[in-house]
């Protein structure tokens, strides 16, 4: 499997303004993601056109950690781990 980052250019049919929206999509290979950009898009678009598909990274789908943001220090510490005073 593959992880796709997609960018996906059409004309909201809502709004009818040109609206520009990411999407990350998780498919067997490029055909399949496509497909899914599409089929998901598509009905939100006039006439079903979407003007343009930028992929703007694709990655192999592997276990582990995708994102770990910064430390913090939290307003409350969790009661049953609480340090002693």
Do not use: C
């Not at 040109?18 to 990350?24: F, K, Y």
């Not at 497909?35 to 003007?51: D, F, M, N, W």
Request: charged residues 25%.
């Amino acid at each position: 499997m593959v992880r796709y980052r997609i960018t996906v250019y059409y004309e909201d049919k809502a709004t009818n303004t040109r609206v520009a929206q990411n999407v990350v999509a998780i498919a067997a290979d490029d055909r399949a993601a496509l497909e899914l950009v599409k089929s998901q898009i598509g009905p939100e678009a006039v006439g079903g056109r979407l003007a343009a598909i930028h992929v703007a990274e694709k990655a192999p789908v592997v276990p582990g950690i995708v994102y770990r943001g910064d430390p913090y220090i939290p307003f409350r510490w969790p009661s049953s781990e609480a340090p002693g005073k």
